[in-house]
């Protein structure tokens, strides 16, 4: 694996060459791309606006990100950034990392897809929701110079990503559908499951067993 792109290096360490040895046994070629385009992205970012960071921290929960998708990780009852949040902490527990830094790792993941929420945590949670808000919407596309950009999908490349990733998104929490309510995940299955329905949470507090 090539270990610098963009001016970004790819951490090497023991703990990150195992978790990234992890997801490559667990996930597919779509989540190893996608996981590590955010890392690169997050950490442009977090150059560009001189933020402190750490590297490590911030590659690993950007490893463990989209875990839960995947056949090994996904819980039957609980949502898919949880399962892969609850399989970081196991990972990095595992290996005596410290309780602060499992916590911060936890949350980078559990809150991912948490807008409006995970870019006031600390800075490897908001520039990892950066990077994934960059890498699967758009978000804030110009901020990266075009062929910076081009690095970065010349060594991860996308190959229809925009279509596979709402399919891969749908394969790991279609048994489950009601953990996406109240969350974007809830338009996926809208979009592809057949004879989902949109709960309402309108309609949940006027039909509450509340007698008013």
């Known amino acids: ?22 997801l490559r046994e667990h996930g ?13 992205f997050a950490s442009l ?15 690993i929960s950007s490893l463990f990100h989209d875990l839960g998708l995947t056949p090994a990780f996904r819980s039957p009852d609980k949502r898919f950034e949880v399962d892969g949040a609850n399989a970081a902490r196991d990972f990095l527990r595992s290996r005596g990392v410290p309780e602060e830094s499992v916590r911060l790792v936890w949350d980078a993941v559990a809150l991912h897809t948490s ?25 804030n596309f110009e901020l990266i110079p075009d062929d910076v950009r081009r690095q970065i999908v010349e060594a ?25 309510y109240g969350t974007i995940n809830a338009d996926i299955c809208e979009l592809l499951l057949p004879g989902y329905q949109r709960p309402n949470f309108c309609h949940h507090v006027l039909h509450s067993k509340w007698e008013e």
């Open 1 to 22: 694996m090539t270990t610098s792109i963009a001016d970004i290096k790819i951490p090497d360490s023991k703990l990150a060459v195992e978790a990234a040895e992890l």
């Open 28 to 40: 597919d070629d779509l989540l190893w791309n996608h996981s590590n385009r955010v890392f690169l």
């Open 45 to 59: 970012q977090g150059n560009l606006q001189q933020t402190k960071y750490d590297p490590e921290l911030l590659y």
């Open 156 to 180: 991860f490349p996308r190959n229809q990503f925009k279509q596979n990733i709402l399919n891969a998104f749908l394969e790991g929490f279609k048994h489950k559908p009601e953990t996406t």
């Open 115 to 139: 807008i409006g929420i995970v870019e006031y945590k600390e800075a490897e949670a908001a520039l990892m929701n950066f990077g994934v808000g960059y890498d699967v919407v758009g978000k």
